[in-house]
Antibody
Framework: QVQLQESGPGLVKPSETLSLTCSVS????????WSWIRQPAGKGLEWIAR?????????NYNASLKGRVTMSVDTSKSLFSLKLNSVTAADTAVYYC????????????WGQGTLVTVSS | IVLTQAPGTLSLSPGERATLSCRTS???????LAWYQQKPGRAPRLLIY???SRATGIPDRFSGSGSGTDFTLTISRLEPEDFAVYYC??????????FGPGTEVDIK
């Protein structure tokens, strides 16, 4: 069973770049799809990005964040990453990485989440 | 496409039946509608995919139904561990992934 673990700085300054990684164990990173989701405190879930074709490096992003977000995969290390630039306080949230099932069109496995606070 | 969930909060007692609604702003394929449960401080957990298929390990008191624009998650008899927030999620090529705002099921 796939297990996911997020890691990265818990505090990022405004206007800087938020960088997170998600380590994948118990399954192949090459043959699955991966995604990032976030949740501000006390609010709902917001999908951020998804890699759906690792071989051809194809991904898609939430239109509200497009231009600020990049997602990538490192198959040699079995991890994938998120970069969100020009952050503001509105980007403060718990960030989750997740495994996307293309067959079932849902997130089958989630990391535990990591809180990222944007503050000077 | 916009997802709406109703009610925002559902106050019930253990043993009661819970009926949660998820509506889409346009007709969608039921194949692409999923439900999740989230407890405080925890990651969401997949309950239902394809509108009506239970995920692995999900008790049969959870059931999903619906088509078109109206989808329902039903919890037949609430157990103490079922009090949580529930989200619906839709996949569509044009979006491609969105979540509803959630329904909180709390103890009456």
């Amino acid at each position: 069973q796939v297990q996911l673990q997020e890691s990265g700085p818990g505090l990022v300054k405004p206007s800087e770049t938020l960088s997170l990684t998600c380590s994948v164990s118990g399954g192949s990173i090459r043959s699955n799809f991966w995604s990032w989701i976030r949740q501000p405190a006390g609010k709902g879930l917001e999908w951020i990005a998804r890699i759906y074709d690792i071989v051809n490096d194809k991904s898609n992003y939430n239109a509200s964040l497009k231009g600020r977000v990049t997602m990538s995969v490192d198959t040699s290390k079995s991890l994938f990453s998120l970069k969100l630039n020009s952050v503001t306080a509105a980007d403060t949230a718990v960030y989750y990485c997740a495994k996307w099932s293309a067959d079932r069109a849902c997130f089958e496995a989630w990391g535990q989440g990591t809180l990222v606070t944007v503050s000077s | 496409i916009v997802l709406t969930q109703a009610p925002g909060t559902l106050s019930l007692s253990p043993g009661e039946r819970a009926t949660l609604s998820c509506r889409t702003s346009q007709s969608v394929s039921s194949k692409y509608l999923a439900w999740y449960q989230q407890k405080p401080g925890r990651a969401p957990r997949l309950l239902i995919y394809g509108a009506s298929s239970r995920a692995t390990g999900i008790p049969d008191r959870f059931s999903g139904s619906g088509s078109g624009t109206d989808f329902t998650l039903t919890i037949s008899r609430l157990e103490p561990e079922d009090f949580a927030v529930y989200y619906c999620q839709l996949y569509d090529d044009s979006i491609p992934i969105i979540f509803g705002p959630g329904t909180e099921v709390d103890i009456k």
